[in-house]
């Protein structure tokens, strides 16, 4: 009863007090922006060339709606604008296809859209657009943004370059969801004609257009000839070369076979460094090394296996091993220098390595020889060393690790449909952190395998992260999250991963971003 009075409430502040708050949520989302990149060498952008990107993992889908793996917003966001983008140092929202918005009540968004924009099929981007795109989202049975969007009630088309969003409650973090998956616009004509074939004929209204995709060799983007966005892109298009081992991956750009690999390694920065044509990127990033729980299953259900799990795990011996001296070690979600934060919640409950408590645990729960669990992970080098230290970590106190490893789109595939007990890999963050809860916890979120709310305290609270119209409640309510979360020992939160890019010195313009997924909408190539 409570939160009902407190959603009425809200529901009648002024148009002011809400435009106020849009103003300061997109304001105080930022951590510090200390990116460090090599300078340019003061020469204009030029046109044209090839960018040839050592790709970290093959797509499981290039329908933006439907997609279920973080790596492929490095593509889709050459084929696909999006109705709201962020600043990259601050996640502060930026206009997009959306030229401005506003909240001319609390649970109505108003979007002006960009005029003269057409798709890569020759068809318009207007309004009646943006509603087909939101309608095929909520209908859609294999849609993974449902969570994503889902205070969305209806949308109203006003005119072809006005489109009202009405909300079921007030949500302050809609802005800044559009700047993701959500928001990425696809030709209405085209995913009508492709159907679920559409992840593999994508077509947006981007910098770029969709050329071709081998699986697990190479995807290619090419420029949009008409691309409303004046002067740009520089290049003429991007090839992604499908290189899961980034070892393989900076091989290939030493070699001269590629220009960019991303996600390197803390250990590869000294190869990186010796070769005189190659310059290093690296910046800090909301990207979280993590263990997912299916709390569906037995025995992972029970508190107190979970509660053992995150004691048996050394997370300061693991962030040495993985990430040297350039990550930093995790309590929760949101690094510590987050703005939504709860320091109070990390003191609370720590989780401390304390492998005799988390014998303990598992004794109390049923298990005094310990327990078996299927553990769903990655093939490539990296990951398959960050599952061989874990698995010894948890076999110290009983826990049997065995370990079911395959390519990328495969496994998250397996996972999402509810497959394992257990998964180590990671989470890049969003733009507002209250997606990146509801994509892990919500009941219809795209990481939550059991699809169930793993408690209603922590539904409500989610939800209260988003209806939010002041800051200071904002982060009050993130704080329940944080809390309610970590009692219930939801998930093993390791590290927090930086950006290390490597290029060659033809590119320059990089600029990197706290989501960590790199953006080439400003690279160009020198001879």
Known sequence: ?????????RAMLSRREF??????????????????????TGDSPKKGGILRVAHTNNPSSLDPSTGRGGSEHTILWGIFDTLIRFEPKTLTAVPGLARSWSYPDPQSLVLDLETDVLFHDGTSFDATAVKANFDRMLSNPRSTVKADI??????????PARVVLHLKYPDSAMPLILSDRA???????????????????????????????????????????????????????????????????LRSVLAGENDIVYRVAAHQIPVAKRAANLEIVVGPTMWVEMVYFNYAHPPINDLRVRQAINH????????????????????????????????SVADRYPYPYDPEKAKRLLAGAGFPNGCELVSLSYSDQARMRQSDIITQMLGQVGIKLRQDNGLMATINARWQSGEGDFHLSSFTGRP??????????????????????????????????????????????FEDVQRIER??????????????????????????????????DDVYLTS
Do not use: C
């Open 1 to 9: 009863m409570a939160d009902n009075r407190l959603l009425d409430r």
């Open 19 to 40: 435009l106020e708050l849009s103003g300061a949520a997109g304001a105080a989302a930022m951590l510090p922006a200390d990116f460090s990149r090599a300078e340019g």
């Open 150 to 159: 889902e205070s969305l009630a209806s949308v109203e088309v006003i005119n």
């Open 183 to 249: 928001g990425m616009m696809a030709s209405p004509e085209a995913f009508n004609k492709f159907g679920p074939d559409f992840d593999r004929h994508p077509v947006g209204s981007g910098p770029w257009q969709f050329v071709s995709w081998e699986d697990g060799n190479k995807a290619s983007i090419r420029r949009n000839e008409k691309y409303w966005r004046e002067g740009r892109p520089y290049l003429d298009g991007i090839d992604f070369r499908m290189i899961v081992d980034t070892n393989a991956g």
């Open 312 to 343: 048996a795990i050394d997370r300061n011996a693991y962030a040495r091993a993985i990430l040297g001296e350039t990550g930093e070690v995790a309590t929760g979600l949101l690094p510590k220098s987050h703005w939504a934060y709860a320091e």
């Open 432 to 477: 507002d952190p209250t997606l990146s809860y509801a994509s892990i916890f919500s009941k219809d979120g795209i990481f939550n395998p059991a699809h169930i709310e793993p408690s209603s305290e922590l539904a409500d609270a989610i939800r209260r992260s988003r209806a939010s119209t002041e800051i200071s409640e904002r982060k009050a309510a």
């Open 487 to 520: 009692a219930n020992a939801l998930f093993v939160p390791l590290g927090f991963e930086p950006e290390i890019l490597v290029h060659n010195t033809r590119v320059k313009g990089y600029v990197g971003n706290l989501i960590g997924k790199p953006r080439f």
